[in-house]
């Protein structure tokens, strides 16, 4: 068995064309499990890896002859394809441009976003970087206001169910193992979201979602890396701005809907296949509003050591 995935336990295979390898070694050294070695100017697939090709085809995509060929963990020689011209890069003014331009969009159009939109965001999140290969991140897409709101009602329902997690006697007996900062969160925040999700709901207002006319959630596995749902979120949210919509990310779900039999009813119903450490919402919509101004943002602090 191999780094296991939900999509893949075994290793990937390595093919080496004998007769194309010129033995340049370049596989070699970019190989970061050492499943390729060097003998006699020709390389080898490795008796040493550290854990067995992990198909992230590096090898195959570097190779200046096309002597190797990768196979297995969902990887195949159809997933290869030419480079876009380097040309065409957006240059650092353009990605600024697009980072300093975006806001977090509450308030959309009642405009469907059209199909062929989708597909692009969905194409340019597959592109985002992943713990191991292949990726774990799976995506549950609700693709019309009706959609988002119906799945809004029902989470402001299955809240319902768990007021007592926000109960003061239920914060008090937990403050002593979940420490003072997770007491003054709940205590703070999540204790008035509940009001507010469900309030605003009564009030016919979605502050879960916001009606936006799309939404994806990206969530992994029990093996997934924590990050790369995250990192497929930023990628879907990045390339919708530059397709002209609004996005929002959305915190306040994914962890609700991970425990106990409510959770897993919840998920089931919205086909959500696996509960997991991270996932993130974000929704898509065109926004009603624009902002005239950009807003300078900054980290805790940055410390070089
Ligand atoms: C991880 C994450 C979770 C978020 N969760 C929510 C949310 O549940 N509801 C919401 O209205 N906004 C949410 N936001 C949006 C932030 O509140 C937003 O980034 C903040 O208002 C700053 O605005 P800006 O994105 O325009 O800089 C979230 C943002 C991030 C990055």
Same mark, same amino acid.
């Given at each position: 068995?191999?780094?296991?995935?939900?999509?893949?336990?075994?290793?990937?295979?390595?093919?080496?064309?004998?007769?194309?390898?010129?033995?340049?070694?370049? +596989?070699?050294?970019?190989? *970061?499990? =050492?499943?390729?070695?060097?003998?006699?100017?020709?390389?080898?697939?490795?008796?040493?890896?550290?854990?067995?090709?992990?198909?992230?085809?590096?090898?195959?995509?570097?190779?200046?002859?096309?002597?190797?060929?990768?196979?297995?963990?969902?990887?195949?020689?159809?997933?290869?394809?030419?480079?876009?011209?380097?040309?065409?890069?957006?240059?650092?003014? =353009?990605?600024?441009?697009?980072?300093?331009?975006?806001?977090?969009?509450?308030?959309?159009?009642?405009?469907?976003?059209?199909?062929?939109?989708? =597909?692009?965001?969905?194409?340019?999140?597959?592109?985002?970087?992943?713990?191991?290969?292949?990726?774990?991140?799976?995506?549950?897409?609700?693709?019309?206001?009706?959609?988002?709101?119906?799945?809004?009602?029902?989470? +402001?329902?299955?809240?319902?169910?768990?007021?007592?997690?926000?109960?003061?006697?239920?914060?008090?007996?937990?403050?002593?193992?979940?420490?003072?900062?997770?007491?003054?969160?709940?205590?703070?925040?999540?204790?008035?979201?509940?009001?507010?999700?469900?309030?605003?709901?009564?009030?016919?207002?979605?502050?879960?979602?916001?009606?936006?006319?799309?939404?994806?959630?990206?969530?992994?596995?029990?093996?997934?890396?924590?990050?790369?749902?995250?990192?497929?979120?930023?990628?879907?949210?990045?390339?919708?701005?530059?397709?002209?919509?609004?996005?929002?990310?959305?915190?306040?779900?994914?962890?609700?809907? =991970?425990?106990?039999?409510?959770?897993?009813?919840?998920?089931?119903?919205?086909?959500?296949?696996?509960? *997991?450490?991270?996932?993130?919402?974000?929704?898509?919509?065109?926004?009603?509003?624009?902002?005239?101004?950009?807003?300078?943002?900054?980290?805790?602090?940055?410390?070089?050591?």
């Amino acid at each position: 068995m191999a780094i296991p995935t939900s999509r893949s336990k075994e290793a990937g295979s390595i093919h080496i064309n004998d007769a194309l390898c010129k033995g340049c070694g370049t +596989c070699v050294a970019i190989c *970061s499990d =050492q499943s390729l070695v060097l003998k006699n100017e020709k390389a080898f697939p490795s008796e040493n890896p550290f854990f067995g090709c992990v198909g992230c085809g590096h090898c195959m995509a570097i190779c200046p002859t096309g002597a190797i060929t990768i196979s297995g963990r969902t990887l195949n020689s159809n997933d290869f394809f030419d480079l876009p011209d380097k040309h065409n890069n957006p240059d650092y003014k =353009q990605l600024m441009t697009l980072f300093e331009r975006r806001r977090s969009i509450r308030n959309f159009k009642d405009k469907a976003v059209e199909p062929e939109i989708v =597909q692009k965001i969905l194409a340019a999140a597959q592109t985002a970087p992943m713990g191991l290969p292949p990726s774990d991140v799976h995506v549950m897409v609700l693709d019309s206001r009706s959609k988002t709101r119906a799945f809004a009602k029902d989470y +402001c329902e299955f809240l319902e169910g768990y007021k007592w997690f926000v109960s003061n006697w239920f914060l008090a007996l937990m403050r002593p193992f979940w420490g003072k900062s997770n007491d003054e969160m709940f205590r703070g925040f999540i204790k008035p979201l509940f009001k507010v999700y469900s309030e605003g709901f009564k009030n016919n207002r979605n502050l879960v979602n916001y009606d936006a006319p799309l939404a994806m959630y990206f969530y992994g596995s029990p093996f997934t890396d924590p990050a790369d749902p995250l990192i497929a979120a930023t990628y879907a949210m990045l390339a919708a701005e530059s397709l002209g919509l609004g996005t929002c990310m959305l915190g306040a779900v994914h962890p609700m809907i =991970q425990y106990g039999s409510k959770g897993r009813r919840f998920r089931e119903r919205h086909g959500i296949k696996y509960s *997991s450490r991270e996932g993130l919402f974000v929704v898509f919509g065109y926004p009603v509003y624009t902002f005239k101004k950009g807003i300078k943002r900054s980290f805790a602090d940055i410390t070089y050591s």
